[in-house]
């Protein structure tokens, strides 16, 4: 598809990397021509330097032809204004706009066709829901959901040779926790692989386990892992995923404190969320934090806009043995360093964003076989994908011993109705099943039927 990203930024540029990897036409918009010059350089894409709401611009990136246009400027109102612009010429283009702005929620949904919008995306919402997922089972660094809440597939750190999964081989672990699960990706040393039975868990490894939510609270209960309610919540950066959070926190109970520098940005934050409370100083201040409570708080979460400083603040909420501690990240490729310190559950509000804007762009090149979730996992080396099984779907009915998928893809579960199926060698699947794959080693899994062997 002939594709054009409005917005060279860090969602742009990874959107760039991704979808040109796939094999895409790409075409980037920005106002600032060093920045193009620097994505041109890694990626075999064109450029167009100029104001993306402006026809000629358009004009140039050839948005006549285009298929999909995403638009993720800092602006929301030029978002919107380049899609409708873009659309006015040429009324058969798909638009993506990045709409960031809370108050903006209800119109952009409301008026979407006014807007010409074929989908919106709001990465610091679906940061804040996902860090909400991440205090409520904090022993898990990131969680990512498919089959509408069925099944899960979460990311588990084993901490020390005290650890009951510590030396084992995978073929033991149901035997250990007591119940279904399958661990459909490792992370050692940096490098991601997909396991065998008889692969043998060390100190240090992440690993992916696949489950259902209910198997989930058995499997932390077996490690010995006891979840207590959480009371206090101290939340560093009072950026938009700071306010979207506290709605969340407040409804379901907890207490509060929103920690940030700029005045302006704290009286806003205390007029809208009037229930919480918000403190003015220098977070990167520890003792400052301290005088605050923070020893006192069951939960900690670190989103300034500063990377360095949120790991900081992550390592020292784990020094304080705060139980509870989540990290925002606003570059994902700082998550690789992180691998020997512990800050707790990492969120990338730039990456959960692509991997929506990746999933609908899969869906409308693939109308057939398409994805129906997409989650980046392993620091980027891996991908969940499911998909829904359908007459067009290959080998349906077939036992899987008598089946070959493709190297490095792994079938991590089949939800047949309310009924989840971990896959063994007489498992088969049929048209209605939703099925979840993890692929590594770079493959691109564009529909159902790429994870079979040629």
Known sequence: MYIIIAGDGKVGEMLTRQLSAEGHDITLIDRDADVLESSIEQYDVMSVVGNCASMETLRQAGVERADLLITAT????INLLCCMTAHGMNRSLHTIARIRTPEYAESVYAMRKTFALSFTVNPERQAAAEIDHLLKYPEFLHRETFAQGLVEIVEIRIKDENSKLANQPLNRMESIVHCQTLVCAVTRDGQTTIP?????????????????????SILLKNLGIIQKRMKNAMLVGGGRICYYLTQRLLKEGVNVKIIDQNQARCEALAESLPKAVVVCMDASIHSNLVKEGLEECDALVAMTGIDELNIVLGVYGSALNIPRIVTKLGRADNIRILDDLSVGGIVSPKELCA???????????????????????????????????????????????????RKNVLLASITRGRDLIFPRGDTYFQPGDRMVVVSAGGNVISQINDIFAK
């Open 74 to 77: 800092s602006s929301d109102e």
């Open 196 to 216: 065998s039975g008889d692969f043998v868990l060390r100190a240090g490894d992440r690993i992916f386990v696949t489950a259902s939510a209910q198997n989930l």
């Open 355 to 405: 991997n929506q804007i990746v999933q609908y762009v899969r869906a409308m090149h693939n109308q057939v076989g398409a994805a129906v979730t997409v989650h980046s996992i392993a620091d980027g080396q891996a991908e969940a994908i499911e998909f829904v099984v359908d007459e067009t779907t290959r080998h349906c009915g077939t036992e899987l011993k008598d089946l070959k998928l």
